[in-house]
């Protein structure tokens, strides 16, 4: 499954103001009552946050994945935020977060959803990558620069 998918121009936040770590997970939560029910938002939201109490998935180099497997769930979703002002999240490396990928999916896949975080981790570790997600200012790019760069580093790895 190709990351850039599970993304849409309203799961996508380019340039998102928020004031803390409780404020950007709700908004990337939030954004995603267009493709869940209410109740089904609910249990996102309860995973997640359960998720980040047990350890904050602040990954360093000013990012966090933060994500959850929730029951009512048959599919996986995910919302991207590109932070205008960098948030304290408690990440492993004690550095603030400008880029947040939240993923979530069906309790009752579990190697689906280590396979998306995998997937997710390494392309977010290729600085050049996070150069180019920076510099870009509308929904549209960001999608357009997810695609490029799986087609470009799974065709090649």
Do not use: W
């Amino acid at each position: 499954m190709q990351i850039f998918t599970l993304l849409s121009d309203q799961t996508v936040l380019p340039n998102l103001t928020v004031k803390n770590k409780d404020s950007l997970l709700n908004k990337l939560i939030d954004v995603l009552k267009h493709d869940v029910d209410e109740q089904q938002l609910e249990e996102i939201r309860n995973a997640v946050l359960e998720r980040e109490e047990i350890m904050s998935t602040g990954v360093g180099k000013g990012l966090a994945i933060p994500h959850g497997k929730a029951k009512g769930l048959d599919a996986n979703y995910a919302s991207f935020a590109i932070l205008d002002r960098p948030v304290e999240y408690e990440s492993i490396d004690d550095e603030p977060v400008r880029l947040v990928f939240l993923l979530v999916g069906p309790e009752s896949e579990n190697s689906t959803h280590i396979k998306l975080l995998s997937r997710i981790s390494r392309l977010m570790n290729n600085v050049d990558f996070r150069k180019k997600l920076y510099s870009c200012a509308s929904p549209e790019e960001i999608l357009n620069t997810f695609r490029e760069e799986e087609e470009l580093y799974f065709k090649t790895n």
